[in-house]
Each structure stands twice: as structure tokens, then as C-alpha cells.
């Protein structure tokens, strides 16, 4: 199974990153790709401004022109994320597509990134965007893979929810900012991967020294051992990384994490 991890330069117009984000597309399918993924909200850039300004119903013609897309591709898509418009509420959601060009999941960010690091990034998510509020695996031919966006991935136990819902991988868009990404990006994706012996993906966008948010880059995949796969550098590409998901269950054989869990301890006492 071939992952392609496509980290593009996004630019602040959505029609304009939609057609560049079709010419790396096309250069993952040529390169063998079964599933392509792009970064989170790839389609404006990270930036509060940019949510309200270019968000998307699910029948807007930009949509429909990425089901084209995907359609004439003829792979799986992880269409990092965009910003979802639904009634009044706006949702940072990655929407999943199948070869021919159908949506087959959809997944709304559960964990709106609101930080304040003092002497580095400030930024609230929730001044815009509303969380969601379901947990989203799919089939593939492959087997079934998890999706979570980009602050999802702190949370240990939506990984672990996903891993117990049979997912062997786990797709993360995501775009990791300059004080986050050095201390935590590689640590975040080897411990979710070694904690519930799966794969992981992690894509981010390019780094843009010059956007209002600058992303990390290092687009990355780990092993379920907990192993760094492959890691880019900063800059755009498209990377191909293989998975075995027999090795997932040769893993848990060998390791019995998942088995040997204390069910009966872990529930909290009622007071």
C-alpha cells in the first residue's frame, strides 16, 4: 500500500490551490500512489481570516470540481482540510474520496487548537470554528484507516478509539506551527504509532517563512513500532511511503499492548 504525503506551497486562493494541488496529485499518482494526502486547509492557508472568507458547503462548485478531480485521478484521496461551511457554523473538516470521486467520509476537527505559549504562538481556532463531534474510520481495499486533523493527534485516547475501531492507519492533516513542530511534530506521530501499533501520516504544508502562520513542514510517517518511515524536509513535495499492515498484526502479536489492557482499572469510580 503507497501513501503519497503532498506537501504543497499554498497560497491565499482557493481556485489557484486547487489546481496546483491537482498537478502534485497527478505527479503522486504517477508514482505509483494508492492514497495521496494533502495538508490541513490547504486551500486558503492557516489563518482566521481565511475560515469565514472561503469556507465550502459540501455543494459548492469548488467541491464539485474536487470530486472531478479526484474522479479523473482514480485514487484515494485524504483531501487535507478545508474550512466546511454548514448553516452558521463554520467546521475544520477533511473530506476522504474514493477513486471515483465520492465522498466516503468526512471528519470535523474535535479539538479546536487554542493556545497561548508564552514567548511564542497565540492562536484560537475556536474564535471562528466550531468543534466537531464524531470519530471517523473507513474502508479501503486495504483495510480500514483513521482520520483526525491536525490538534486531534495531543489527545491520546480519540488514537486509541480510532485503533479499537479496526484502524490500522491513521491519516493526519495537519500544519504544526514554529514553536509546536520543533518540540513535539516527530514525538506526537512515533507515540500515537507505537501506543496503538499503527501506522501514522502526518502532512503539512510547505513552509512559508513569509504567511501570517508558518507551518513546521516535515511531513512524516511512522511505523507501528514507533519508527520514523520517512520525513521531509521543508519544502513542497510529494514523498512515498509503504505500509504493510501485515506487520500491524505481527506487531500486536509480538507486543500484546492492545490485548493486555486493565479494562476492569481504568474506569473511573462514581462518587
Known sequence: MKIA???????????????????????????????????????????????????????????????????????????????????????????????????????????????????????????????????TTFATPWGKMGLMICFDIRFPELARLLTLDGAKGIFVPAAFNMTTGPAHWELSFRARAMDNQVYMAGVSPARNTEASYVAYGHSISTSPWGDVIHQMDVTEGVAIVEWDLEQVDRIREQLPFLSGRRRDLYELQKK
Open 5 to 135: 504525503l503532498v506537501q504543497m506551497n499554498v497560497v491565499a486562493t482557493p481556485k489557484d490551490n486547487l489546481a496546483h494541488a491537482k498537478e502534485l496529485l497527478q505527479e503522486a499518482k504517477n508514482l505509483g500512489a494508492d492514497i495521496a494526502v494533502l495538508p490541513e486547509i490547504f486551500i486558503c492557508g492557516y489563518n482566521n481570516a481565511c475560515f469565514p472568507e472561503h469556507a465550502q458547503p459540501e455543494n459548492s462548485p469548488f467541491m464539485e470540481e474536487m470530486a472531478k478531480m479526484v474522479g479523473e485521478l482514480g485514487i484515494y484521496l485524504v483531501a487535507g482540510s478545508i474550512p466546511e461551511l454548514d448553516g452558521d457554523l463554520i467546521y475544520n473538516t477533511s473530506y476522504v474520496y474514493n477513486p471515483q470521486g465520492e465522498i466516503i467520509a468526512k471528519h470535523r476537527k474535535m479539538h479546536l487548537f487554542d493556545i497561548d505559549v508564552k514567548g511564542g504562538q497565540y492562536f484560537k481556532e475556536s474564535d471562528v470554528l466550531s468543534p466537531g463531534d464524531t470519530f
